[in-house]
């Protein structure tokens, strides 16, 4: 198992004393070594200091992709506070609910956003300057002691109540996860890895994170470089990439996406979204010589908690019943089950882990009932409240899984189940079946219930093919009760802030229509 014992800060600050001069960020033209930066933290964790007359326990953050975010991150943590990204292309009321659901006493913002943003959030806003102030770090800093105990941050994920529901992960979930992506991925001086994440969205702490903590280079992009990312893994010599599956279809949708130019890439990770076998084979082709691995984990688990390295020979790639890329083994250092829904262990059914990993519950303790779940010789219990939260209790992913041919199959989330006719179905077997039309690149189902009958509109790219062609199709492959009544095309499917298809929009085009 990888080391349990750092924080986020420690494992930048052993870094600093390890690779000093070696280059540690590059963002908007500027390039700061280990050193400069640690400076430029500490600059800042002193005007904080000043500005503030304490170290705040919770610090939210203006995500932007300005080199002030960086500073402004590792100051929070040198101050030991919790980090809380704002995304700034959110509503200002959304943010607003973040900052007082997180219990965030300031704001960190670039100089240019600090104005804009002291009237709509309910705390003060610093801004953050990386060129100011100048001259030595404050003598007068508070040495750094910090317990793996304390929260590095909190996140937001969507609530079903329309309430973001906040999600405290603490520097001993992240140190496993830390260290054995350093070790898994052989991060270390001279690699350079990209930064495609949103640092609302949490695979962004493994481009921050175990960047910094192998004594890497993270290289910044800017929103309108990942339209081109083999431009941009060639340009930036890049040996480490790591995003969503959707790039690869958007890009690729784009003809952007040439083959065999990205030959100095040494790995590629994909997160967040079930990456397909022909997902798989357009940036295998564009990058012909890196590893190529699908992970997966939700926020609760820290990033994430399974991995799946592709074999070199793609004559040996995995054929999945849903044609996607396995998603599996579970991290060995983390136990698992699959639950049948009575509960009962299972080769197919919900994904529950518990372990190092796993998150102490959310912000709202209202917000655990029904997350968790116990499992021994007397059955399966759900948490309901009435006890106490322990280490014993796995976390309920509300994700299916398989195992195909010894490996682990990510099959679609529970609630994408729906029921048509009587039957119960899923959504993700009629995408699978649509996917593999020649005329189809992307298909995305969702079920639009009317006076409580559910009724299935698919959204597809690719070639505009006529619908009938399309039911046809689904009629070899689909029971009937299978096939959508209705069939549109996109020249793209949508994506949310996280890069990933955005199921919501659809299901509101589905339903206005």
């Not at 649509?434 to 189902?445: I, K, S, T």
Request: aromatic share 8%.
């Amino acid at each position: 198992m990888a080391e349990s014992g750092k924080t986020l800060y420690e494992w930048f600050a052993h870094s600093v004393r390890r690779f000093p001069d070696e280059p540690a960020i590059e963002v908007g033209g500027r390039r700061l070594t280990y050193r400069q930066l640690h400076d430029a933290v500490e600059r800042l964790a002193g005007a904080v200091l000043a500005r503030h007359g304490r170290a705040p326990a919770r610090v939210a953050l203006l995500a932007t992709r300005d080199l002030a975010t960086y500073v402004g991150y590792l100051a929070a943590l040198r101050l030991g506070a919790a980090a809380t990204p704002l995304n700034p292309g959110f509503p200002t009321q959304r943010n607003r609910t973040v900052c007082e659901l997180s219990g965030a006493e300031l704001v960190l913002a670039d100089a240019s956003a600090a104005a804009r943003l002291t009237e709509s959030l309910p705390v003060p806003v610093l801004a953050v300057d990386p060129e100011q102030p100048t001259g030595p770090v404050p003598a007068d800093l508070p040495p750094y002691d910090v317990s793996p105990d304390a929260v590095a941050y909190v996140l937001f994920t969507s609530g079903s109540t329309g309430r973001p529901k906040g999600v405290p992960i603490r520097h001993r979930n992240l140190s496993p996860y830390v260290g054995h992506n350093i070790t898994r991925y052989e991060v270390g001086p001279g690699c350079r890895t990209s930064h495609t994440f949103d640092l609302t969205f949490d695979p962004s702490v493994f481009d921050l994170f175990v960047t910094w903590g192998g004594g890497a280079t993270l290289v910044v992009p800017q929103r309108n470089d990942l339209l081109t990312p083999v431009d941009y893994v060639v340009d930036n010599h890049i040996t480490h990439w790591f995003s969503v599956p959707s790039v690869v279809s958007v890009t690729a949708g784009l003809g952007n996406l040439p083959a065999g130019r990205a030959t100095g890439l040494r790995y590629s990770l994909f997160i967040g979204e079930q990456l397909t076998l022909r997902q798989a084979e357009l940036w295998r082709a564009a990058a012909p010589n890196a590893v190529l691995e699908n992970v997966y984990g939700p926020t609760e688990l820290t990033v994430a908690c399974t991995e799946y390295r592709l074999p070199g020979d793609p004559r040996h790639w995995p054929k999945a019943s849903n044609d996607t890329i396995p998603i599996g083994p579970v991290y060995g250092f983390l136990e698992h089950l699959i639950l049948d829904p009575d509960g009962r262990p299972a080769d197919d059914g919900e994904l529950v882990v518990r372990g190092s990993q796993r998150f102490d519950g959310y912000l709202d303790p209202a917000d655990n009932i029904g997350r968790f779940l116990l499992h021994d010789t007397t059955g399966t219990h759900v948490y309901d409240g009435t006890e106490p939260l322990t280490p014993e209790h796995y976390y309920r992913t509300g994700d299916r899984v398989r195992w195909e041919g010894g490996e682990l199959v990510h099959l679609g989330r529970l609630d994408n189940q729906v029921k048509i006719r009587g039957y119960r179905i899923e959504l993700g077997e009629i995408e699978t079946a649509l996917r593999r039309h020649p005329d189809v690149a992307e298909a995305v189902v969702v079920a639009d219930v009317h006076d409580g009958e559910a009724r299935l509109v698919a959204f597809h790219t690719g070639v505009d093919a006529e619908p009938r062609e399309l039911r046809s199709w689904l009629r070899q492959h689909v029971p009937t009760h299978m096939i959508p009544s209705r069939f549109e095309y996109r020249s793209s499917l949508p994506l949310n802030a996280n890069g990933k298809i955005d199921r919501s929009q659809l299901m509101s085009a589905a339903t206005a229509a």
